[in-house]
C-alpha cells in the first residue's frame, strides 16, 4: 500500500530549539527545520533520538510559540557528518512555521489563541492528561 503525503512540504530555513519530554533521556539542542507542512517537519540536530521520544519546538515564527511533536524517523546524515535528521509528527497539526501563503492541500486547523492555552493543549496532548 502506497503512503500519501497529507500535505505539500515546503523547503524552509528556521532555527528552534528542540527539547526532549523523556526525562531518561533528555536534552534541549539548537536545530534547523529544512522542510515543513501542516503535519511536521524535518529537522536537522546534533544529536541521534530515538524514534517516538516527545519533543518540544520552540522558538517558532509566529509568535515565537511552541508545539508538541513526537520523533518518526531518525537518519544519520553520513559518517563523517554531526548531525542526525529528524522526522518529526506535530501532535497539533497547523501551521506554526509562519508561511504566509500555504500550499492549497494544507488544511486550516483552528488554533488556541494565547500562549497558556498552547502549553495546556500541549500538556494535554502528551498523555499526561487535563490539569
Given at each position: 500500500m502506497a503512503h500519501t503525503r497529507r500535505g505539500t512540504r515546503i523547503p524552509v530555513h528556521i532555527s528552534v530549539t528542540v527539547t526532549s519530554l523523556d526525562a531518561t533521556n533528555w536534552f534541549s539542542e539548537s536545530g534547523l527545520v529544512v522542510l515543513a507542512n501542516q503535519h511536521g517537519c524535518a529537522v536537522r540536530i546534533p544529536r541521534p533520538v530515538l524514534v517516538g521520544t516527545g519533543v518540544i519546538l520552540e522558538g517558532l515564527p509566529v509568535d515565537k510559540q511552541m508545539a508538541s511533536a513526537k520523533v518518526v524517523n531518525s537518519i544519520?546524515?553520513?559518517e563523517y557528518e554531526r548531525f542526525w535528521l529528524l522526522?518529526?509528527?506535530?501532535?497539533?497539526?497547523?501551521?506554526?512555521?509562519?508561511?504566509?501563503?500555504?500550499?492549497?492541500?494544507?488544511?486550516?486547523y483552528d488554533q488556541p489563541g494565547t500562549l497558556v492555552d498552547r502549553v495546556l493543549t500541549i500538556w494535554q496532548t502528551i498523555s499526561f492528561g487535563p490539569l
Open positions: 544519520s546524515l553520513g522526522g518529526l509528527e506535530l501532535h497539533q497539526p497547523g501551521n506554526v512555521w509562519g508561511i504566509e501563503t500555504p500550499p492549497n492541500d494544507w488544511i486550516v
